[in-house]
């Protein structure tokens, strides 16, 4: 049984940082391509970052230049490191493969900003 559990949120002011970790279990890390998603109230869930196996990382035009995501294979973990961060950031982050997998999802980390 596949099991992605998020953690690292929490609330920040406006500028501020934070970094989310997902640990997987039940799942070949190295050969799936990794991604965080979000969910902002009243919102449909949307890719935020994504990091193949080989290769460089993609990221939503919401969060280029102020959120980096990175993986760790060996401790099945992978990683999304926010800065300067926005009230807009607002939302609860998952952790899946990508493209999603609907038996994957974990309960999220709640991330809210205050201005």
């Known amino acids: 049984q596949v099991q992605l559990v998020e953690s690292g949120g929490g609330l920040v002011q406006a500028g501020g940082s934070l970094r989310l970790s997902c640990v997987g279990s039940?799942?070949?890390?190295?050969?799936?391509?990794m991604a965080w998603y979000r969910q902002a109230p009243g919102k449909q869930r949307e890719l935020v970052a994504k990091i193949p196996t080989v290769g460089s990382p993609n990221y939503a035009d919401a969060v280029k230049g102020r959120f980096t995501i990175s993986r760790d294979n060996t401790k099945n973990t992978v990683y999304l490191q926010m800065d300067s961060l926005k009230p807009e950031d607002t939302a609860v982050y998952y952790c899946n493969i990508w493209p999603a997998w609907r038996d994957y999802w974990g309960q999220g980390t709640q991330l809210t900003v205050s201005s």
């Open positions: 039940g799942i070949v890390f190295r050969i799936n391509i």
